[in-house]
């Protein structure tokens, strides 16, 4: 794998899988490309929520717009410029407020492979 460049134009964004939310994501780099992680975008439209248990290690990365990373201990708010950790194991409700949020995100392993 060589060294690349993304952005938001380059990723083909489809609702995230066994989500009814408007919430969509697109990998840049996966388990296609031969490397250990993926990378890619997520767009969160206003007042949506996910609840997942993280089944990979979960970074994300928030562009634009605010989240909310809530789990048994608490909740964590997010804006631009901001990361969020989510281990993997982890119950996990992201939630967004009226605008919506544009991430960023990487995972170990590749998270599509194990929702398959």
């Known amino acids: 794998m060589k060294v690349q460049k993304f952005s938001i134009a380059d990723a083909a964004l489809v609702r995230s899988p066994g989500q009814d939310a408007d919430i969509f994501v697109g990998n840049l780099v996966d388990e296609r490309h031969g490397g250990p992680i993926t990378v890619g975008y997520g767009r969160y439209a206003p007042c ?3 609840t997942e248990t993280m089944a990979v290690d979960d970074v994300m990365i ?3 717009g605010r ?10 708010t997010a804006g631009p ?6 281990p993997k ?3 996990v409700t992201i939630t967004t407020d009226g605008e919506g949020a544009l991430t960023a995100y990487v995972t170990y392993p590749h998270w599509a492979e194990v929702h398959e």
């Open 48 to 50: 949506q929520t996910l």
């Open 62 to 64: 928030v562009l634009e």
């Open 67 to 76: 989240l909310a990373v809530s789990t048994g201990a608490g909740t964590v």
């Open 81 to 86: 410029g901001e990361i969020v950790y989510m």
């Open 89 to 91: 194991g982890e119950a």
